[in-house]
């Protein structure tokens, strides 16, 4: 298909991100991706469990559906339906047993970041910790580690600790767990999870990508395929208050039962976050006609543990602009505490360092992150419906013949410069460091040859004594 075949849409037509004036017909808010590759198409059988469906020849890949058979920690997809509660404003969580016996908690599900986390002491705005006192099972590494957000940090000890997910599977497996002792704005009020799951890729792992994580460790000791699937139901339903939304998150592969129609792949351009491309952004049908670059500094990715749809301040900008000559509201509704009245907000925000699709924008689909094939999946959500009517679409392949052929910043130097340039300064930090050392010496050995024998200079002989 060629330059047919590298390009979807996904166009957000949700009441979350879209209000119309009355006497406007809903235009689409829609964020264009290259589609994966295309392989060759091969004849086969049906495909029967654990085997990928046969694509098609115009390059859509569709949906790959594993089966499990190990017999220890076998997975149950239909039992993890129903499993996350939560909302975009607040994060989607998921129950967790921690140590033995097993401490419930509950945990917040983060594609933007790799570490495994809990509460590891009390704080004011959660309502239990991880005691690790208390757990026969639980073994310290012996260092610390600090880990920061976009909003919010902590610090906590790391260890290791056996883990149950009881909606999913039938037993425990041990993994490297850190427990908070300090944070700042990590924690806020009205949130009701006590620790967070970090399932983007080891290189984001902090102190080092050494250290094994959650999902990592469950592929190896679950036997399960290397993907994982989301869907989150609370499109253009308020993300405050008291109830909570429902949702999905599936680990080691796909539930059918999640999405309707195909499910259209877009390539991972880089295994840190799950990074993406973004080939251009269209209000009211109208391109933004900004250079593709644009949209992918520096970098494009998908984040659950982020609200908004976040843009880079040039993008931000045109979009208010033509959301302003397009007279369309592109807000989401909120509720506040004691507030009788209903309120909304926008529901993009400016970035500095990326555009990030949030929970907000995820909340529209179901969403595959196939790690295996390097590729992240988006399918229409049965959830994303407002009274019967779908909040969100996928529709493509469509020509790219007016995008350039690549659109993420090349940024395969730009590491490697900045760390001969981190090595060069401490080179000369170092030297300068050596030379005030000798600075510091060289007066004290001149004092030992006092030009008169006999004299002995007290002061001199106690800072000689010191340095030996």
Known sequence: MGALARALLLPLLAQWLLRAAPELAPAPFTLPLRVAAATNRVVAPTPGPGTPAERRADGLALALEPALESAAGAANFLAMVDNLQGDSG???????LIGTPPQKLQILVDTGSSNFAVAGAPHSYIDTYFDTERSSTYRSKGFDVTVKYTQGSWTGFVGEDLVTIPKGFNSSFLVNIATIFESENFFLPGIKWNGILGLAYATLAKPSSSLETFFDS????????????MQMCGAGLPVAGSGTNGGSLVLGGIEPSLYKGDIWYTPIKEEWYYQIEIL????????LNLDCREYNADKAIVDSGTTLLRLPQKVFDAVVEAVAHASLLYIQPMMGAGLNYECYRFGISPSTNALVIGATVMEGFYVIFDRARKRVGFAASPCAEIAGAAVSEISGPFSTEDIASNCVPAQSLSEP???IVSYALMSVCGAILLVLIVLLLLPFRCQRRPRDPEVVNDES???RHRWK
């Open 90 to 96: 607040r994060g989607y969580y998921l129950e967790m």
């Open 417 to 419: 410069i900045l760390w």
């Open 218 to 229: 469950l592929v190896t000791q679950a036997n399960i395929p290397n993907v994982f699937s």
């Open 280 to 287: 251009k952004l269209e209000i009211g049908g109208q391109s």
């Open 461 to 463: 002989s106690l800072v």
